[in-house]
């Protein structure tokens, strides 16, 4: 136990220096977007998610799986396409 | 060797695209492509679970994607602007959730259905069946909290104010030491399967509870520190849930945005002046304003004017600067305001907008409003920007904003906001506030700003009012 949870434990608390040191300084303009898209980031869990779907009869956990891919996948798919739309905005003034 | 080599590296590159991706999103040359780079990162750990699995039962798994696909697509499309605090609220709470729902499976597929009778901690090792538990209970809070949140933002049920449980601390502490405490049961100690599930379901259900008692407390005004704590927390369920998977990939992304969203949760509670332990206990908005600046509702000379007088003053002004706050945002206002700039650039009039980083419902959500509307982002200043500008400036147009731009907070020590950064408009030489009426802002305080004079107070709906101004500005350009 110890061994497994300590390695991710350490990969975890790099992970979060890793945020901290590249998100330094967001201009207020992206906090919107860059919440959206970090927030869509979040939906990775449609990685468990897909594994816990895939037996064939319907079981409790098939159907777990089921409805944690369809909340992903809404998290995934709005979340990026929201944060595109949103940034398009910002992006039209620089051709004009 | 495609599932112990190919993979692991696909998961690792689809990290580092993630992290480059998240990189990108912080600047606003780079950032829509930071969003496709994480969007494909995505798709690269999507594809490399499938391959992972092999050849397996795809029906559940294409439904799942439709149905998700679809709803989170026709919502991305169709969200109204102003409504994006509402929308990133829910999408938060599906994160969340999906975390929970995953780390409950994991306990049916490896200890329920097997009917087995052994401890969880000894079927998926101590590890996970530990994050088993804080994934389901962060990911259940995440859920019930965000919905809560979208409740309050979108003027449901709960009409945005801070609801005050009695003796709410006590029951929360003993909520979430209820859930680890029972967790904890479950996962090392229970060894009958149908208790273990029976217990997995009834830590889902205190959690979410949890998340309900959380979020009702806290006002409508610190919604922004709310989402974005929410945000981080949606993180962390992922990361939870990549730790009971044994999968680095979740974990890393997880962490990402739990940083993410710790980092704007931070930058707006310095933007309010508070701690985030204030915001998360203190109920404002509910505290008794303590004295100084006397009742929210008394005011002594208050100037009221029409449209005609303000278009009067507006076409003698060789700079104005709005000040754009939620009352816009709900009025639909921005096009209106930038139709109004447009007519005051064409004057010859120089035209900024002042954002106050708590302006709107979440953090950066004024700049969304402006930007769907065509301004371009180099002319909204951040509040140090713009503050050392107001004295040379000769009108500031406030659009339903109120307690950042109250004196009080540099004036009256003595003031429940006193500290807080605002704006100071009243450094100008005319200010002009769009107001429905003189009801206080979400602090409930009085802002003398109202009685000073060099404040013309133009009482009406903030986008009517700006039609009128767009109508007597036409008329000077006419002449």
Redesign the interface.
């Given at each position: 136990m110890t061994e497994s949870l300590l390695f991710g434990v350490y990969v975890f608390v790099l992970a979060i220096f890793v945020g901290f040191e590249i998100i330094t300084k967001v201009p207020p303009t992206l906090h919107t977007p860059l919440m959206s898209g970090a927030n869509a980031v979040s939906g990775i869990t449609i990685v468990g998610a897909l594994i816990a779907a895939q037996t064939a009869p319907p079981t409790v956990s098939n159907i777990l799986g089921f409805l944690a891919i369809a909340f992903a996948t809404v998290n995934v798919i709005g979340g990026f396409m929201v944060t595109d739309r949103m940034l398009g905005m910002f992006g039209q003034k620089k051709k004009k | 060797m495609i599932q112990q080599i190919v993979v692991p590296i696909l998961y690792l590159l689809s990290a580092v695209l993630?992290?480059r991706?998240?990189?990108g999103?912080?600047?606003?040359r780079t950032?829509?492509k930071?969003?496709?780079v994480?969007?494909f990162?995505?798709f690269l750990?999507?594809a490399a679970?499938?391959l992972?699995?092999g050849v397996?039962?795809y029906r559940?798994?294409i439904?799942?994607?439709i149905?998700?696909?679809v709803?989170?697509?026709v919502?991305?499309?169709k969200?109204k602007?102003t409504s994006?605090p509402e929308?990133?609220a829910l999408?938060?709470g599906?994160?969340g959730?999906?975390?929970a729902?995953?780390a409950?499976?994991?306990v049916?597929?490896d200890s329920?259905?097997l009917g087995k009778v052994e401890t969880l901690?000894s079927v998926l090792?101590?590890?996970s069946a530990?994050t088993v538990v804080l994934s389901v209970l962060v990911g259940g809070v995440t859920f019930s909290g965000s919905v809560i949140a979208y409740a309050k933002l979108a003027g449901k049920v709960v009409k945005g104010e801070p609801i005050l449980l009695p003796g709410r601390h006590v029951i929360n502490a003993l909520l979430i030491l209820g859930a680890l405490g029972l967790g904890i049961y479950f996962a090392f100690v229970v060894e009958v399967p149908a208790t273990i599930a029976l217990l997995a379901v009834i830590v889902l259900a205190i959690s979410l509870v949890l998340g309900i008692m959380l979020v009702i407390p806290i006002g409508g005004a610190d919604m922004p520190v709310v989402?974005?704590l929410l945000?981080s927390y949606?993180?962390i369920?992922?990361?939870m849930?990549?730790?009971?998977?044994?999968?680095?990939?979740?974990?890393?992304?997880?962490?990402?945005?739990?940083?993410?969203?710790?980092?704007?949760t931070n930058?707006m509670c310095v933007a309010m002046n508070r701690s985030l332990a204030n915001v998360l206990f203190g109920g404002f908005g509910a505290v008794e304003t303590s004295g100084g600046g006397g009742g929210a509702s008394e005011y002594g000379t208050v100037r009221s004017y029409t449209a005609e007088d303000a278009a009067l003053v507006l076409e003698n002004a060789e700079r104005v600067i709005f000040v754009p706050g939620y009352g816009l945002a709900v009025a639909q206002a921005q096009h209106t305001v930038k139709e109004l700039a447009d007519l005051l650039e064409k004057h010859g009039t120089e035209v900024e907008y002042a954002?106050h980083?708590v302006a709107g419902r979440?953090?950066?959500?004024m700049?969304?409003l402006l930007?769907?509307a065509?301004v371009?982002?180099e002319k909204?200043k951040?509040m140090d920007q713009i503050n050392p500008e107001f004295k040379n400036t000769d009108v500031v147009i406030v659009v339903g904003a109120n307690d950042v731009v109250n004196p009080a907070a540099t004036k009256d020590p003595n003031s429940p906001i006193a500290g807080m950064p605002v704006l100071r408009v009243w450094e100008a030489s005319t200010v002009m506030l769009i107001k429905r009426s003189l009801s206080p802002g979400f602090a409930g305080i009085k802002n003398e700003l109202f009685e000073y004079e060099n404040t013309m107070m133009l009482f009406s709906d903030a986008k009517k009012m700006l039609q009128e101004l767009v109508a007597e500005m036409k008329d000077v350009l006419a002449a």
């Open positions: - | 993630f992290i991706g998240i990189k999103m912080t600047r606003v950032a829509r930071g969003n496709l994480a969007a990162a995505m750990a999507v679970t499938l992972l699995m397996v039962d559940w798994i439904g799942g994607v149905v998700g696909g709803v989170g697509g919502a991305a499309v969200v602007m994006m929308m990133v999408f938060n599906c994160g959730i999906a975390s729902l995953v409950l499976s994991v049916w597929t329920v259905e901690g090792g101590g590890s530990l989402i974005s945000n949606s993180g369920a992922a990361s849930t990549g730790f009971v998977l044994n999968n680095n990939l979740l974990i890393i992304s997880g962490a990402l945005v739990g940083a993410s969203g710790l980092i704007l930058i954002i980083p979440m953090p950066g959500h700049n969304v930007a769907e065509d371009p982002y909204l951040e």
